[in-house]
């Protein structure tokens, strides 16, 4: 079967064979070059979605001193750029709740070299902001929509918060120009896979781009059970059965979506298996705090501190050499070794960072 060949195939690429001298685009010990910057630009959120800060419990966030500044970051982005980061993501938490984030995008976008700017968001504010931020540079923004269902959508962001008020800000995103529009929906089992063909129909019909993600164990406090993961290969057949799918190959090394367009030419949707088929050989991500502690892994336990380097005077190069280091010692692979426990049954939950404060 088709679907069944794409989704086993290996999520490997040839290592990359740098041009420059290590010391200015450093690779891991897997051979994975340093690309993708996500920059958490708050810790906090509107919303207390359930697989990332449940609401039955209470959350203790950064103090304004030990959130980075807009010029702080800035600078961080440029030492990352210098390094080959060329995509650059700003996360949460909620990004939209920090106050004037349209004045950090216009300063991350006029860095020389960042070739990609976007955002995710969760939507709320965004009906407001869209327009701001386009003009500010943004490039792209990507809103977590996991239900279209008003019942499903006010329980599983913790608050009862209604539904219109996101679609309405997909809207006005696009309106605005940052089109297309992605989507990301984390299907859950018993909660939202009902959904998995609504939720692809609305994207089709609204000229969005969907990326369906397994639920995953990132952080500790989602309580996260193997057996409520809707895997890749499930959420695509659910499709394929409405509307034919054919695949596409992938665009760049590091792409954590398999994508698949329509067959009658209604646009793409992709699927990002991180239980089921991890594609750890191919991460480039690098991820700042809002704290600013480096992790090189979504699924990391402690962070490098910047921070405290960056404001005790260290210079450029300084910071580079320590960057640097810190990416070419890494060897990170906790989805890949998630799996083979899994498939084993001797998969143990470990200490990890939060989302929110990791921003995914």
């Known amino acids: 079967m088709e679907i069944e060949r794409r989704l086993g195939e290996a999520w490997y690429s040839a290592p990359v064979t740098m041009s ?81 984030i349209e004045t950090l995008v216009r300063k991350v976008a006029s860095v020389p070299g960042v070739d990609d700017l976007a955002l995710t968001t969760n939507g709320w504010l965004l009906g407001e902001k869209a327009r701001v931020l386009q003009e500010a540079g943004l490039d792209r923004v990507t809103v977590s929509l996991h239900s279209l269902d008003r019942e499903v959508f006010a329980r599983s962001n913790g608050l009862g918060l209604p539904l219109h008020r996101v679609l309405a800000g997909i809207e006005a995103a696009r309106a605005a120009g940052l089109d297309p529009v992605k989507l990301n929906a984390v299907i859950t089992r018993g909660e939202n896979e009902h959904e998995i063909v609504d939720l692809a129909r609305y994207a089709r019909e609204h000229g969005c781009v969907i990326r369906f993600i397994e639920y995953m164990d990132v952080g500790t406090i989602n309580s996260w059970d193997a057996e409520r993961v809707v895997s890749a290969q499930q959420i695509i057949e659910r499709i394929d059965a409405v509307y034919a799918l054919e695949p596409l190959d992938k665009e760049f090394r590091g792409e954590v979506a398999a994508r698949w367009r329509y067959r009658d030419g209604g646009g793409e949707i992709g699927v990002i298996p991180s239980i089921t088929q991890p594609f750890c050989g191919d991460c480039t991500r690098a991820r700042l705090t809002a704290d600013g502690r480096l992790f090189t892994c979504l699924f990391g336990a402690i962070g490098h501190d910047l921070k405290g380097p960056l404001r005790r005077g260290e210079d450029d190069e300084a910071l580079h050499r320590r960057i640097a280091a810190i990416w070419s010692a890494r060897t990170d692979r906790y989805s890949e070794e998630r799996t083979e426990a899994l498939r084993a049954g001797r998969f143990e939950a470990a200490p990890k960072v939060e989302m929110f404060r990791i921003g995914g």
């Not at 979605?49 to 030990?66: H, K, Q, T, V």
């Open 20 to 100: 420059s001298p290590a010391s200015v685009r450093p690779s891991d010990r897997l051979d994975r070059p340093l690309e993708d910057l996500r920059v958490s630009v708050t810790d906090r959120c509107n919303f207390r979605c359930g697989f990332c800060m449940p609401a039955d419990r209470r959350y203790e966030f950064l103090p304004r001193p030990e959130v980075l500044t807009f010029e702080e970051i800035e600078r961080l982005v440029g030492l990352f750029v210098d390094l080959g980061v060329r995509k650059v993501r700003l996360t949460g938490g909620e990004p939209l709740l920090r106050a004037d």
